[in-house]
């Protein structure tokens, strides 16, 4: 959570941090600031609120100089408010810096500083403190910097200046962290959209990376042995076009509709590379699917496949739940983590457990150089492009389309996988096409109002409905619960009253269980809305979608995450930025 971005160069620093922070304002948007060294001082424009507003109250790029960083922020310690915006500084005003993770010892720290002024309730302000102590101990600004980093336990991405220095200094321990490479300029940031618009080159950096920048060039250390090391420059391969929102209002729906496109690219994977990680499925004893969120169902989506086409039984386990299930790993077993950033903390402890005992990592990631894909035996990117909604839509079903394949694969049947997903294209495009739009947003407006709403499907339907009921609430605030169609029955069927909303997803394996579950809601008053190829007369509002099998999880949740667009538009909420979430979440 959080975003951070810096700047060393030659160019007015306000607006490049200003336009890095709105950028990166997916991962955190509850408070925002920028600071800037010039002159030998240091100025602050920081405030709680949305950037644009900041930003209308206090013109942040105004702020003078070509050396500076920003924050945008996602409260973990301390509520929205302007003292807990970044950046902090020390009592001195020397230092000041901006800071995204969370430190765990910051209570046994703060008592060890109980002679210094906090101005804020946040773990950050700590670091800055620690620096000005181990500086009144005559050590200088990069010394100090790396002694402090040392006493944190905890994780973090930091970036640091001083009121004396033209320098930036940049670490991280388990939060994300790359560096922008330009002409002599340099954008140390928690994301590459940050500065994508400068350039494409980019230093991954790693834990305990420790970088001293300047125009001149970055110097990197270890801080586990205080060595000078080296990190080499690779190149991303999008651009910033993709990351910008073009002729859309909202990059969820530039997302929806991307998928004609992205979950092509997805299967277009090296079949010798599919076959080698379906071997590795083969040959393993015990196989766990693990991910958080949307990515989770994708997984669950994923046991389903397998067990249909590959007779595979896999578990599928949450990323914070894992280390419960560390008794049954060995080192035969095959962890598989799925995961649009690559930087959810819940996920990547997971690896760490699985190391624990030994068992074979493999990645189903998007964000290339991202900490999983560095952390793992084996990486399958999805390659859907930078995905910054908030909510993950083109990732989803990228992630189910290779886990199709893979399942296909380990059945010896890739060939016949990949056909099947070919054929998605022109469902894909149509689903997406405005008059679905326009459909989906007549229903929107019958639903807008409802403070409760239900999901069912049985199957590979079942995932989709947790996935779709996952989708309404995060974005519309709705209270919406998915539910496998034979379950509402045994309790949650006692909730519906007349006009209760409920989705009913609609498969050929499925169909007459998951109609007499709709009858059973509708004769208690539900409100039936049936998603599948052919309507039904007990559907009092019909979504159609093609009938396409094993890939049905594709095709039925397209309608759900536009309908989850109109909806939230139609309740007036921000469809990029929900209340209260963020994008990457880097916080256990
Ligand atoms: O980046 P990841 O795929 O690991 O993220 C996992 C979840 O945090 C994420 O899918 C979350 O549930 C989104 N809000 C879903 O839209």
Redesign the pocket.
Known sequence: MCGIIGYVGEREVAPIIFSGLKKLEYRGYDSAGIATVHNGKICIKKDSGKIDDIHSRMNLKNLPGCLGLGHTRWATHGGVTRENAHPHTDCSGEIVLVHNGIIENFQELRKLLKNHDFESETDTEIIAHLIEEEMKRGNDFVEASKSALKKIVGHYATLIMSKNDKRIIAARRGSPLVIGVGDKEYFPASDIPAFIDYTKNVIYLQDHDFVVLDKKGPKFFSLLNGKEIKREVSTVDWDAEQARKGEFDHFMLKEIIEQTETIQKAINQSSDVIKEVAEDIKNAKGIFFV???????ACMTGSYVFSKIAKKHINVVS?SEFPHFEHFLTDRTLVIE???????A??LDAVKVARRKGSKVLSI???MGSS?TRNSDKCLLTQSGPEI?????K??TA?IALLILLAYATAGKLEEGKKQLKELYNSVYDLTALSTREHLKKLGEKLKNKDHMFTIGRGLMYPTALEAA??LK??SYIHTEGFAGGDLKHGTIALIEGGTPCIVFVSKDTENDIISNAMEIKSRGGYIIGVGSENNEIFDYFIKVPESDITNPITHIIPMQILAYQVALLRGCDPDK?RN?A???TVR
């Open positions: 991910a958080c969120g949307t990515a989770s169902y990323g799925v995961s649009q950033s690559g930087e959810t819940d996920t990631v998007n964000v999983l909604c908030v909510l993950s839509t990732a989803y992630q996952l989708k995060e974005v929900p979430l994008k990457s979440v």
